[in-house]
C-alpha cells in the first residue's frame, strides 16, 4: 500500500489537486473574456459597461454545469486515495501534520480544503497571482471567502454550509484562520475579505516551530519524547489521579450527558504543596501515563491587560488542541490572587474560566491540572461548569524518605550520620533537598574543602526557600554564638533544651508515634521574658545559629493595621511564608501583640480580643519556631503562658555575670591598657548587658580617638555618660582611684 514518509510528501499531493481546480478556474476565466472588457492589466482598477455584462452572463449560467464538474468527482476519488495513505503512514508511526491538524479541529472535508487554499500562498507565489486575478483586484491576492465558496464545494449545499464554517465560532474562525484588522478590510464585503492561516498553524503544518512563539515566554510543551524523571516516592498519589481521571471519563461515557450532547466532563486535577514538592512532576507523569504531552502555563507570567490576556489564552488553547495536551496551569510561587486584588482576580478568573471551555468543548479527552502552592477551595479556582474538582496536597516527606533522598542525591559521597542529621534538621521537599546539596557541594569546593560542612549546609539551605517575609519583618544577622551569651546555668539549660526539642522532633513525632496523639502543637514557641538589655534579642540569635534557621523581627508597624480584619490577614501571611521559608519569627515587645484580653466594654475591645483570640489559635496550630520577647511577664495572656514549650527568664546580671560581659564585648583585636580592670568596673555599673555593650563601645572610640589603647579613663567616661542616660545619679567617689 502507498505511504508518505513526510508530513511535506502528504502535503504536496494535496496541493497539486488543488492547483488542477484552480488552472481550470483561470482557464473558464479566460474563456470568457470579451472585446471590450478591460485589459488583463488593468482588471481590478477600473470597471467597463462588459465587465457588467459579464458578471450578468455570470448569473444566468448558475445551475447549469460549468468547468468544474468532472474535477469536484475527481477530488473526491483523489482525496479518497490520500487518506488511505495517510492512515497507512500515521499506523507505522510517521507524523502528517495536516492529517492531525484536520483531527484535533474536526474539520470537514470543505474546511480542509480551505486550509490547503490558504496555505498554498505561503508555499508558492504563483498562487499569489493567480488569486489576484480570480479575486478580480490585484490587490487582492489571497483566497477569499467568495473564491473558497466557488472552488471548494462538491455540491450546491456545500455553499450554504460554507458560510457557517467560515463564521468567527467555528474552529476555522476561532483556531485557524487570523483576524484581519486592517482599514481595507473594514470597507470589503464579507465575501470578499481575504482569508489568512495564523502564523501558528503556518509553523504547524511546515514542522517550523515546536511551541508557538508567541506564548513561549509564558508556556513550555513537556513531550512524550521527553520523559520526566522517576518518581522516588508518592507513588500511590500517582495511581490515585489516574484511576480518579479514569473513573470519571468512564462516568461521562456511559453517561446521559455524553448522549444530549454536552460539553464533555473535565477532570480539573488540584495539586497543592510547597515549592519543590513535586507538583509539576506529578503533572507531567499523569500527562504521560495517558500518552500525551504536557502544556503547563505560568499564570503569573501572563498579562494583566485584558485584551492581551485574552489573546495569549486563545493561543494557549490553540496549542493545547494541536498538541492534544494535558493543560497545567502553575500560579507560581506567591499567591497570585491576591496580589492583584478582588477586582483583577476577577477579571482574570473570567478569561482562564472561558479558556478552560473552551479547551473541554474542543478536545476528546481534556484533563486540567492546576498547581498552586497554598490550598484552595473551589470556589477559589476559576472552575467550568463541567469540571470535577479532585484535590491531592502534596506535603513535605517525612524524614525516612527525606534520608532516602538526601543519599540518593550525594550518590554515596556524604557520611550517613550527617545525611540523617540533614534529613531531621531540615523538613525541606525532594526538590529543595536536591538543590541544597547541590548548592553546598559548591560551597564547600569554593573553600577547597574535600566534603561539606553543617555550616555549608546550612547557608545553602537558605538559598532553597522562597518567601516574602521581608516585607513583613526584618531579618536579623546571626553573628552571636552561645559564648557571647552571658546567663545563669537554669536559663542556659532551658535555651539547650529547646533547640534539642526542636532538632529531635522527627523522632519523637514520627518515630516514636507521639504525631498521632499531637494532631497540633507540634511547633517549638518560646517565651523570653526580662528586663531590658537583659539578652533576649541575642539570645534569640543565637538559637537560630543553633538551629541553623533565618530569625525575622517582626516589624509591628507592617502587622498591625486600624482596619478591621488587616492585622489577622497580615499575621496569617506572616505564618504562612514563616512555615514556607523554615524561618524563626521573632516578636519582640511581644506583649503589645499577645498582651491579656480585656472586658468588651466598646467595639475597640471586641476587635482587639479577636485578634488575640487569632494569634492564640495560629500560634498553637504553628508547626515551626516562634520566639516572644516581652519586658513585662506579667502582662501576658496566661492562654499564651499555657502554650509556650518554654519561658526563659532573663535575670538582671550580677557582679560576676556582669564582668563576664565585659570580657565578652572585647575583642582580641582590641588595644587595650594595662590598668583595665574589669571587676572594678563590673562591681561599680549597675547596668544590664544593651547598657554594658554601649559603654564598651562609647570607650572604644574614645581610646580610637586619642591614638591610645582602651584604658580605665575611657572606660569611666563612658559609663558616666551611660549612667547619665539612664537617669542615675553618679557619686565621683565610686570610681576612685580612677579620677
Same mark, same amino acid.
Given at each position: 500500500m502507498r505511504m508518505y514518509k513526510t508530513g511535506f510528501d502528504y502535503l504536496s499531493d494535496e496541493l497539486a489537486m488543488l492547483e488542477q481546480g484552480i488552472r481550470l478556474l483561470l482557464a473558464d476565466f479566460e474563456s470568457r473574456e470579451t472585446d471590450g472588457q478591460t485589459p488583463a492589466m488593468m482588471r481590478g482598477l477600473v470597471v467597463n459597461p462588459a465587465d457588467i455584462e459579464r458578471s450578468l452572463q455570470e448569473s444566468e449560467r448558475r445551475g447549469e454545469p460549468d468547468a468544474? =464538474?468532472? /474535477? +469536484?468527482?475527481? +477530488? *473526491?476519488? =483523489?482525496e479518497a486515495e490520500f487518506e488511505k495513505a495517510a492512515g497507512a503512514s500515521i499506523s507505522e508511526g510517521i507524523f502528517l501534520p495536516f492529517a492531525y491538524l484536520s483531527r484535533a479541529f474536526q474539520l470537514t472535508a470543505w474546511e480542509r480544503r480551505c486550509v490547503l487554499l490558504c496555505l498554498a500562498a505561503e *508555499?508558492?507565489? +504563483? /498562487?499569489? %497571482?493567480w488569486f489576484g486575478y480570480l479575486n478580480d483586484d490585484v490587490t487582492l491576492r489571497a483566497p477569499t471567502a467568495w473564491l473558497a465558496l466557488r472552488l471548494l464545494g462538491d455540491s450546491a449545499e456545500d455553499i450554504h454550509s460554507a458560510r457557517r464554517w467560515l463564521a468567527g465560532h467555528s474552529a476555522l474562525g476561532k483556531f485557524v484562520f487570523r483576524a484581519d484588522k486592517t482599514a481595507a478590510a473594514a470597507d470589503r464585503s464579507s465575501l470578499k475579505l481575504p482569508l489568512r492561516l495564523d502564523s501558528r498553524i503556518v509553523s504547524f503544518l511546515l514542522e517550523t516551530e515546536r511551541l508557538d512563539t508567541r506564548i513561549a515566554g509564558v508556556a513550555s510543551l513537556h513531550g512524550t519524547d521527553d520523559p520526566a524523571p522517576g518518581l522516588l516516592f508518592d507513588e500511590q498519589l500517582q495511581e490515585s489521579l489516574r484511576k480518579a481521571v479514569g473513573m470519571e471519563r468512564t462516568r461521562y461515557e456511559n453517561g446521559e450527558e455524553r448522549q444530549a450532547g454536552a460539553m464533555r466532563q473535565l477532570p480539573f486535577i488540584h495539586l497543592s504543596g510547597p515549592p519543590g514538592a513535586g507538583k509539576k512532576l506529578h503533572a507531567r507523569h499523569l500527562a504521560e501515563g495517558e500518552g500525551r504531552p504536557l502544556l503547563l502555563v505560568g499564570l503569573d507570567k501572563l498579562a494583566k491587560e485584558a485584551d492581551t490576556l485574552a489573546e495569549q489564552l486563545k493561543? &494557549?488553547? +490553540?496549542? =493545547? &488542541?494541536? %498538541?492534544g495536551a494535558v493543560l497545567g496551569l502553575d500560579e507560581g510561587a506567591g499567591d497570585l490572587f491576591a496580589q492583584e486584588g478582588r477586582e483583577g482576580a476577577d477579571g482574570r /478568573?473570567?478569561? &482562564?474560566?472561558a479558556a478552560l471551555c473552551e479547551y473541554a468543548d474542543s478536545l476528546h479527552f481534556p484533563t486540567a491540572i492546576w498547581l498552586s502552592r497554598l490550598e484552595r477551595r473551589p470556589s477559589q479556582l476559576p472552575l467550568p461548569g463541567k469540571a470535577v474538582w479532585i484535590h491531592r496536597p502534596i506535603v513535605i516527606p517525612e524524614a525516612e524518605i527525606r534520608l532516602h533522598l538526601w543519599r540518593r542525591y550525594s550518590d554515596g559521597q556524604a557520611v550517613d550520620g550527617m545525611l540523617r542529621l540533614l534529613a531531621d534538621k531540615y523538613a525541606y521537599t525532594a526538590g529543595q533537598i536536591a538543590g541544597m546539596y547541590r548548592q553546598a557541594r559548591r560551597i564547600a569546593d569554593w573553600s577547597g574543602r574535600a566534603e561539606p560542612s553543617l555550616e555549608d549546609y546550612a547557608a545553602a539551605s537558605r538559598t532553597q526557600v522562597q518567601h516574602r517575609l521581608s516585607e513583613l519583618a526584618v531579618k536579623q544577622a546571626l553573628v552571636r554564638q552561645w559564648e557571647d551569651l552571658v546567663l545563669p546555668v537554669e536559663p542556659m539549660e532551658l535555651l539547650k533544651d529547646a533547640c534539642s526539642r526542636y532538632?529531635? %522532633?522527627e523522632t519523637v513525632f514520627h518515630r516514636w508515634g507521639f504525631g498521632s496523639k499531637l494532631p497540633y502543637g507540634r511547633g517549638l514557641s518560646m517565651l523570653f521574658a526580662g528586663p531590658p538589655g537583659t539578652g533576649k534579642t541575642m539570645a534569640a540569635e543565637v538559637v537560630a545559629g543553633e538551629l541553623g534557621l533565618e530569625l525575622y523581627r517582626i516589624d509591628l508597624s507592617r502587622v498591625v493595621s486600624k482596619y478591621i480584619g488587616e492585622t489577622e490577614k497580615n499575621l496569617r501571611e506572616l505564618f504562612a511564608e514563616a512555615e514556607n521559608s523554615g524561618a524563626i519569627l521573632f516578636f519582640d515587645e511581644g506583649d503589645s501583640l499577645f498582651g491579656k484580653r480585656t472586658e468588651v466594654k466598646d467595639s475597640n475591645d471586641r476587635f482587639a480580643n479577636m485578634e488575640a483570640a487569632y494569634l492564640l489559635q495560629r500560634i498553637e496550630t504553628f508547626d515551626g519556631v516562634s520566639i516572644l520577647a516581652t519586658n513585662l511577664l506579667q502582662n501576658m495572656d496566661e492562654a499564651f503562658l499555657r502554650r509556650m514549650q518554654a519561658i526563659v527568664k532573663f535575670p538582671f546580671p550580677d557582679a560576676a555575670q556582669r564582668e563576664l560581659i565585659f570580657r565578652s564585648l572585647l575583642p582580641k583585636e582590641a588595644p587595650l591598657d594595662e590598668d583595665l580592670d574589669l571587676a572594678f568596673l563590673a562591681a561599680r555599673v549597675d547596668a544590664s548587658g544593651g547598657h554594658i555593650k554601649n559603654i564598651v563601645l562609647a570607650a572604644a572610640f574614645m581610646a580610637a580617638s586619642e591614638q591610645a589603647p582602651i584604658g580605665m579613663k575611657h572606660m569611666i567616661r563612658a559609663t558616666r555618660q551611660e549612667l547619665h542616660k539612664m537617669g542615675k545619679i553618679v557619686v565621683k567617689e565610686s570610681f576612685e582611684p580612677y579620677i
Open positions: 468544474l =464538474a468532472w /474535477f +469536484r468527482q475527481a +477530488r *473526491l476519488e =483523489a *508555499l508558492d507565489p +504563483r /498562487f499569489e %497571482s493561543h &494557549i488553547v +490553540r496549542e =493545547a &488542541i494541536l %498538541s /478568573f473570567t478569561g &482562564i474560566r532538632k529531635y %522532633s
